[in-house]
């Protein structure tokens, strides 16, 4: 059974920041892009960000130049660093590794930005 672990969530005020983290195991990690999808409250899921196993990037347009993702490989972790943090940035985070037909979630860690 695929696991991934994420932690980092919490509330935070507008203008803020906050860092996700993401633990797969090794064989997971090291075969499958590592991504963060969220789902803001009554709306669906949206990418946020996305790296593959070479290194490329993509991100969601709300956030481009305000979040990043960062790996790990010794850790087998993947890192959302979420910076500049608004309200429409309130959700519940999705840890996501994907390989061609896998897809593998996270349970999930609420993001709340508020004053």
């Known amino acids: 059974q695929v696991q991934l672990v994420e932690s980092g969530g919490g509330v935070v005020q507008p203008g803020g920041s906050l860092r996700l983290s993401c633990s797969a195991s090794r064989d997971i990690f090291s075969s499958h892009s590592m991504g963060w999808f969220r789902q803001p409250p009554g709306q669906q899921r949206e990418l946020v960000a996305l790296?593959?196993?070479?290194?490329?990037?993509n991100y969601g347009a709300s956030v481009r130049g305000r979040f990043t993702i960062s790996r790990d490989d010794a850790r087998s972790t993947v890192y959302l660093q979420m910076n500049n943090l608004r309200s429409d940035d309130t959700a519940v985070y999705y840890c996501?590794?994907?390989?061609?037909?896998?897809?593998?979630w996270g349970q999930g860690t609420q993001v709340t930005v508020s004053s």
């Open positions: 996501h590794a994907t390989r061609l037909a896998n897809n593998y």
């Open positions: 790296m593959t196993v070479g290194g490329f990037t």
